[in-house]
């Protein structure tokens, strides 16, 4: 930022009087501005062992597929986020059932947490930030083409705790930056190899 919204003076960016980190500060009225992280609120929701998933139609990774999820807003509780979400990109109704992953992106500042839900009726339809949303057994999930880490390692946790019968346990988890660059990595090389197979057999 480079103006106090408060006074509309240049801000600039310094450790204030008892702090210990670098914030942005008003050269004026003394306004502190704390950025901290952002929250994202999803849902698992599943019907018939099938999990809802949604084709991203937005940047960033669009055309690749996620949980439905989104930034909470603010007054709002996460499962009513994770619902609210759920409905925009989605156009679906779900119950929800316990928390099921709670991971931190430190690099970009984010919290991830996905609740397990109950999809109770098969009816979805792309929301306007989705391409397409579909139901997938585990044996279809695109793994290869998942948006995002949070959501890959998320789904992982829920298959293999899936017949837990009691309450699954909830996964805690921090994402690196290295592991992020290198699956986007991955699957750029996948992208690269799929398009020259293509070629070749064209
Ligand atoms: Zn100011």
Known sequence: ?????????????????????????????????YQNPNLVAGTLAVYQQQILLCRRAIEPR?????????????????????????????????????????????????VHLF?????EQPQFSP???????????????????IAFPTVSRTLKHYFRHQHTTTELPCLTDTIELTESL??????????QHQKSASRQTS
């Open 62 to 110: 669009l055309g690749y597929w996620t949980l439905p999820a989104g930034f909470m807003e603010n007054g709002e509780s996460t499962s009513a986020a994770a619902c609210r979400e759920t409905r925009e990109e989605a156009n679906a109704e779900v119950t929800v059932q316990q928390l099921l992953s709670l991971i931190s992106v430190p690099h970009i500042d984010q």
């Open 115 to 119: 609740y397990l839900a109950r999809l």
């Open 127 to 145: 929301g306007e930030e989705s391409l397409e949303v579909a139901l997938f057994s585990e044996a279809d999930i695109p793994w290869q083409e």
């Open 1 to 33: 930022m480079k103006y106090c919204s408060h006074c509309g003076a240049e801000v600039s960016h310094r450790i204030p009087p008892g702090d210990n980190r670098e914030r942005f500060v008003c050269d004026r009225c003394d306004t502190i501005f």
């Open 182 to 191: 290198n699956r986007l990595e991955q699957q750029e090389n996948i992208k």
